[in-house]
């Protein structure tokens, strides 16, 4: 018997599997995808440390740096405003994760546990809220934005990134009460709690891992926007790393390669190392919005 | 106070204030602004007046907005095709026993989790037309002689973006798939194996069943975040060569923000949505979870 599959395989019985097989099927499938999924990153990291000779030869194997440099992380880090840029990102993901967290944690409850009249409609609102794409909001919005002189603020950014966290948040933090059990609310409201007293002493300490999937994912979220800080904002002061690197790294006909790869690099590090912390967070965060 | 604070209509309303306030400021009111922009020919800078369907008579008889919708469609069907057939296969190998799966799975997301225009920078310099590393590599293996020009043919652009959107897809159909084959009981495949089914029938016939729901589920956003991506597009080829590679999201930011004609640009955009809502409502209504699938009985 050599077949196998999943099923096999989680009662414990995949060693009937014989070994050339498996590797025919699963490892050398599993590695192809591997090498195509994480090769960019690799060539991330090769180009932004290769010397301008090397990346403008094509005798030399690309795949190897013969005399590594730090000039590109140098010209980037000194010579352009990618600091601000970095630092603006942070500033609006962060304000705007939080914002978006505390505004849903309340709406989350009351759609869920208050259940006030209307809460259906209104859970079924946020829903639809979270398919609105940015692309067919983005020139509406830019007039608000105008109209309130927001535009090139970070305020702007701040403000309108909720659009798409606060749906996401809710809807992820609706689910994340459904699974706490109503007794221990009707117990505390017996013992003459107040609703305050519940969410803050009894359904937020209980959602903690709830709360940190929508954080980490609102927080990547927005660290990843592009559509809104292209068209929000114009002066370098105010960019973020996607759009400054974008827009203002790329001059002329002459591509610095380097320059632009370590960019890539550095701006894409501060979400990976997140992730890395929190991937049981973040994975179940993705799914869990989903699988609702 | 404490009437006030007990009566969970009251309380609900209060609660959901903050929420609502700023949907409400900078999601509904754009999106009803966004359709009435596009009945009117505001610009950059002044307001507009309504013209009726003048936006959209333009843009059926505009050979430009009619290829950008076929760019579109064709990016749309085949990226989804192609990141779900990848997708699942992908999950099924990670479903099986492995070493270091969390590990793998994990690393398996990056390119879903850092930012895409980032990427897509990456992707830009693989497919440089003189320093392609994919084309030095096929040179040295003495598969082709010259180096492809990646971007600058109009339907190996349309390829190569395509191609860089599944590589970010891809992580997302899979590690969410994933998460639904986990959720199947090995009961139903012992019974099937019981039963004499080969691998295949147990495949076709009980995980695939199974799983249809979460499919539709996660194609729907696929779909959606393919029909209206931007970044991608805008990084790598600003819709070019030929306009070959523009989208409808990129030719509504081009028409409105450079352009400075919002109310054509809004008209191209609030053009995506009767699509978005289409395939929203095949996926709810053809592929809902039915009832025997969650144990009851088929109606």
């Not at chain 2, 069907?77 to 099924?92: D, E, N, P, Q, R």
């Not at chain 2, 060569?241 to 054509?264: D, K, V, W």
Request: glycine share 8%.
């Amino acid at each position: 018997m050599t077949v196998s599959g999943p099923a096999e395989d989680s009662r414990g019985m995949g060693y009937l599997e014989s070994l050339p097989r498996r590797w025919v099927t699963l490892y050398l499938p599993l590695l192809c995808f591997l090498i195509v999924l994480l090769f960019p990153f690799y060539w991330m990291t090769m180009t932004s440390f290769k010397p301008d000779a090397e990346l403008m030869s094509r005798e030399a194997n690309p795949f190897w740096i013969h005399n590594p440099t730090f000039a590109h992380f140098e010209k980037l880090l000194l010579h352009t405003s990618y600091p601000e840029w970095m630092w603006n990102t942070i500033i609006v993901s962060v304000v705007a994760t939080f914002t978006s967290l505390a505004a849903s944690v309340f709406a989350a409850y009351a759609i869920e546990r208050l259940r006030f009249r209307g809460a259906k409609g209104t859970g079924m609102a946020i829903f639809l809220a979270y398919l609105v794409p940015p692309s067919i909001l983005f020139i509406p919005l830019a007039t608000v934005v105008f109209q309130m002189g927001l535009f090139d603020t970070r305020w702007a950014l701040i403000l309108t990134y909720p659009t798409f966290l606060i749906p996401f948040c809710t809807w992820l933090l609706m689910g994340y009460f459904r699974t706490i059990p109503y007794e221990l609310e009707e117990c505390a409201l017996i013992d003459g709690a107040t609703r305050w007293q519940i969410l803050t002493k009894i359904i937020l300490p209980l959602a903690v891992p709830g709360l940190i999937s929508a954080g980490i994912f609102a927080f990547t979220l927005s660290w990843n926007e592009f559509i809104y800080a292209l068209t929000f904002v114009s002066s370098s002061e105010v960019k973020t790393v996607p759009v400054g690197v974008v827009t203002e790294l790329v001059e002329g006909d002459v591509y610095h390669w380097g320059a632009l790869m370590a960019g890539a690099l550095l701006g894409s590090l501060p979400v990976a190392i997140l992730y890395s912390f929190f991937v049981e967070y973040y994975v179940s965060g993705m799914t869990g919005a989903v699988k609702e | 106070m404490r009437p006030f604070l007990d009566n969970r209509n009251a309380l609900g309303l209060a609660f959901m204030l903050p929420a609502a306030a700023l949907l409400l400021v900078f999601l509904t009111y754009p999106l009803g602004l966004g359709l009435w922009l596009g009945f009117t020919d505001a610009r950059i800078g002044r307001p507009g007046h309504w013209i009726g369907i003048d936006n959209f008579e333009s843009l059926f008889g505009d050979s430009l907005a009619r290829l950008s919708l076929f760019n579109t469609l064709f990016y749309t069907v085949i990226a989804s095709v192609v990141k779900f057939a990848l997708g699942l296969w992908l999950a099924l190998l990670l479903n099986r026993h492995l070493p270091f799966k969390a590990f793998l799975r994990a690393i398996v997301l990056l390119p879903f989790i850092v930012p895409t225009a980032l990427s897509a920078i990456a992707f830009w310099w693989i497919y440089d037309a003189q320093f392609s590393v994919v084309s030095w590599l096929l040179v040295k293996m003495g598969l082709i002689d010259t180096y492809i020009d990646f971007l600058g043919e109009p339907w190996m652009a349309r390829f190569s973006t395509i191609a860089a959107n599944v590589w970010r897809g891809v992580p997302f159909v899979a590690i969410c798939l994933l998460a639904g084959l986990q959720t199947i009981s090995p009961t139903l495949y012992e019974a099937a194996a019981l039963d004499g089914a080969t691998e295949w029938q147990k495949f076709r016939h009980v995980t695939l069943p199974m799983l249809t729901p979460i499919i539709a589920v996660v194609m729907t956003f696929s779909v959606l975040f393919t029909f209206t991506d931007f970044q991608l597009i805008y990084v790598l080829t600003r819709g070019g060569p030929l306009n070959a590679t523009h989208l409808m999201a990129t030719l509504s930011f081009q028409r409105a923000i450079p352009g400075g004609n919002l109310g054509e640009g809004a008209a191209l955009a609030m053009a995506m949505a009767p699509f978005l809502l289409a395939a929203i409502l095949f996926s709810y209504f053809g592929l809902q979870r039915r009832a025997w699938q969650q144990g009851g009985g088929d109606k």
